[in-house]
Every structure is written in structure tokens, then in C-alpha cells.
């Protein structure tokens, strides 16, 4: 090659070259944090139109508040608007903010938060007081608004509700339980000093205790009205008792559309006071209602039966019923199994012994509601061969009929195995369910902060409304 090509080739290889190391050259964007707008910004461009915080802004907006609005008392300072605070609650509960202080901070420190309240900063104990006490009375009245908002948008029904109930923690500093009807020592007499000391302040101590169990059997100190309850979260694996509520739940479309607070561990006792709650917050009555077979009771079923709802409830050993005919078991020894003479009001024993009618009695259940019961007897069952399968009593076997409930089981049988029966059942369980799921684990709402029934249903009412609009919002 010669000089001059080697030259010519050796520009061009030294021009590509630094080209090359050009193009690599790194290119920021411009930096400047003291670069001064012409125009301050507006919060509201720095908002998406979709965002979650414009529907709450949004649906707060048509709901009337003017008896909260009434509460407040002239004089004084002036106060942070009633209808700004709730919209800021309800949104921190959407993002799973429910300690006032980390609230207080998002006011500060969030674009989403200062829009929603128009830069106003109220401080925790502002958020928590407006929470715990201007709430009270008028937040049940304010989701029920909500919820009927979603009815006027096709979202949901109240002609189909489904309810089932959970069990969440109350807020304690320490397990403390103080139980009812304990045993007196037996060595009592030993102990005369000591009592004749103590006990008129101790019984003054006990009627006080008497009072706040009201019908319950326990308490918890640091808030006396949660009652202890076996939890399904038992990390410890001992059957541990916590201080809680029992939230029962109605929803429709995996929304909530009613919340009640019972104090007792069953269902069984919570869902006529729940229905009514229903009623009397919406002016009318579901017409169909589903629910497992904790609320499978006489009173439950007499009490739907009166209001004319549609029954998909099941009752004690309904699957195993189901199971039962699959397999085709039977047992001929069952009441439900024996043969019945309406006519002469008797039954028959499978070898074919009459049973008479020897009379019947009324109870009452924990709610007041009162039960009929027959009594039938066998004539003689000594010598039967069949005796040892048949029962295990020294005398003549006993059974014991409640025609209004067995009346009421074959009705729910019936329903509860129709074709749309056996749809409203399944859906059951990814309807109602599926919102306690995303309420415990999703929302990670596993505990009260709030102390007393009251702040309770104020705060359960808070996560209810925050669930619906975060649903909401992905929805539309």
C-alpha cells in the first residue's frame, strides 16, 4: 500500500473513530431545581382524569351531609369543612391509611391528598376527633347514600343480597378477661375473715362487671364492648380467645351494600337484626337473601318466611344430606327416616312399634323467640334386637319433633336444590367472601384502631365506603 493511501485510510479510521466515541457521549436532561415557572402549576393538571381520588371527590360531592353539617356549634374558631375531611378519610382508607398521623403526613406530602383537600392541613388529632366523634351517628346514613348512588348506576342490586359474617380483632394494649359465674371454693369456711373483708367491695366490683356483659359471657378491659371470640387467624395454634366484633356483611357484585356490629360469636343470633338494619336504612325489602348454614335457624327462617324474602339459607348437615344421597346411605333409625301416621299422630320404629304423642313443651332461644316441641314415646323397647342400633338410653326410646322447622328445612331444601338454587350458592362464595378476603388481606385491615362500638361502626363504615369506591374505580 502506498503513502498516500495509508494516510487517506488512517484519517478516514481516526474521523469513524471519534464519531463514534461522540455518539456514546452520555445526554441528561436539563436539571434545575431553582428554574422558576412562568405560571405556577395547578394541582388539578398534576391529577389523571381517571384517578381514584376524582371519584371519591366526585361521589362525596352528591351526598348530602346537612345533619353532619348541623352537628357543629357556632363561636369559636373556625372549622375544617365537614365535607372535605371525610373525602380525605375515605381516600386514606382506600390506600390503606388508617393511623391519623401517617394521614396528617400524606396532607403534606402527597399531590393526590392536597388536591382532595384544597391544601388544607389538618393535624392528627383534627383527623382522628372528626373520626371518632363528629362521624358517629352519620356515617351509616352517608354509605347508604353511596351505595344507592352505585343502584342509580346499574353497578348493583338490593333485590339480591348475599350475607355472611367475619370475626375482626378489637384494639387492646393486653389480653384481659374478666368472666362470668365463677365457682365458689369449697373451703369457703376457712376464708370467712378474708370475705367478710373484701367481698362488699368485690360484689360492688361485680355488679359493675354484670352490667357491662349485659348477655354476654365475656369482656375485654381496654374496650368492654368487644367480647372474646375463637379467631380463624390462629397463628399460635391453641385455640387462643381475642377480643372482637362480628361484622356481618351484605353485598351484591362482591360490593357491600350493608354492615352491622353484633357482640355475640354466632351468626345464627345476628341475622334478623341485620335484615331489619337493611330495611330500615333503604325503605325496602330484598327479595332474595343467601346465606351458609350459620344462619340456618327456625327464627331466621320464620322471620324471612314473614317478610316474604326468598330463602337460599342452608341448615345444619344440609351437605351431609346431599353427600348421604349420593352415596346412598340412609339411616332408617333417624326421626326424619320413620314412618308418620298424621292421622292418629304416631310414629313407627323400624320393627314396626308405635311411638305416641306423650305431650310437648315450649323453649326459648337466647333472642326471645319461642319453640314448639312433640314428644314421642315407644311402647316397649326391651328385648328389641335392633335396640343397641337404634339409641343408647336404659328406657324406652324418646324422639323429640319440631314440625314448624322440619316444615321450614323442606322449603330450603327445595330452594336451595333448584337450578337457581344451586347458582345463588356458588356465587356465594366468590360474592360475599371474596370482599371479607380483600378487606383482611388486600386492605390489611385485620384490627380496630378505634375504641367502643360506636367509633367501631364509624371506622368498619370507613373501610365498607373505601372498598366500594376502590372497586368502583377499577371498574369504570
Known sequence: MRLSEKAAFFCKFSSSFLILRMSRK???????????????????????????????????????????????????????????????IIYAYLHNLYSSRKIEQALSESIHFMWLSGQSKPDH?????????????????????????LVEQGVISLKDIFVDGTKIEATINQINEALKGKDIDKKVKQKLNYA????????????????????????????????????KDDHMKNGQLKPAYNLQGSTNNQYLTNYTLA?????????????????????????????????????????????????YVKYNYFHKEQQDKKKGKTNPFHPNELYYNKE????????????????????????????TIHRYQAKNCN??????????????????????LIRLKAQAKTLLASEQGIAKRKQRC????????????????????????????????????????KKYSLAI
Open 26 to 88: 452520555v445526554i441528561f436532561k436539563t436539571y434545575d431545581q431553582d428554574q422558576l415557572s412562568l405560571l405556577p402549576p395547578s394541582y388539578d393538571d398534576l391529577v389523571p382524569i381517571n384517578h381514584p381520588v376524582r371519584i371519591v371527590n366526585t361521589i362525596i360531592e352528591h351526598v348530602d351531609i346537612s345533619a353532619l353539617e348541623k352537628s357543629y356549634k357556632g363561636c369559636g374558631t373556625s372549622s375544617y369543612h365537614p365535607r372535605m375531611l371525610p373525602k380525605v
Open 125 to 149: 388529632n383534627t383527623i382522628n376527633d372528626f373520626r371518632g366523634k363528629r362521624l358517629r351517628g352519620h356515617l351509616k346514613k352517608i354509605f347508604h347514600q353511596v351505595v344507592l348512588l
Open 196 to 231: 367478710k373483708k373484701n367481698w362488699p367491695t368485690k360484689m360492688a366490683k361485680y355488679q359493675k362487671q354484670e352490667a357491662i356483659l349485659k348477655q354476654r359471657n365475656s369482656y375485654s378491659k381496654t374496650d368492654t364492648d368487644a367480647t372474646f371470640m375463637r379467631m
Open 263 to 311: 357482640q355475640t360469636t354466632a351468626d345464627t343470633t345476628t341475622l334478623k337484626d341485620h335484615v331489619n338494619d337493611h330495611i330500615e336504612n333503604y325503605q325496602q325489602t330484598p327479595e332474595t337473601l343467601t346465606a351458609d348454614a350459620g344462619y340456618g335457624s327456625e327464627e331466621n327462617y320464620t322471620d324471612l318466611e314473614a317478610k316474604q324474602i326468598t330463602a
Open 344 to 371: 292418629t299422630d304416631t310414629y313407627y320404629c323400624p320393627m314396626g312399634q308405635t311411638m305416641t304423642n306423650i305431650g310437648s313443651y315450649k323453649k326459648k332461644t337466647k333472642n326471645g323467640f319461642e319453640q
Open 383 to 404: 328385648g328389641c334386637p335392633l335396640r343397641s342400633l337404634c339409641h343408647k338410653s336404659k328406657y324406652n326410646r324418646i324422639i323429640e319433633r319440631n314440625y314448624n
Open 430 to 469: 366468590w360474592d360475599v367472601e371474596a370482599v371479607f378476603g380483600n378487606i383482611k388481606h388486600n386492605m390489611n385491615f385485620k384490627r380496630f384502631i378505634l375504641r367502643g362500638i360506636d367509633k367501631v361502626n364509624v371506622e368498619i363504615g370507613l373501610i365498607a365506603m373505601a372498598h366500594n369506591l
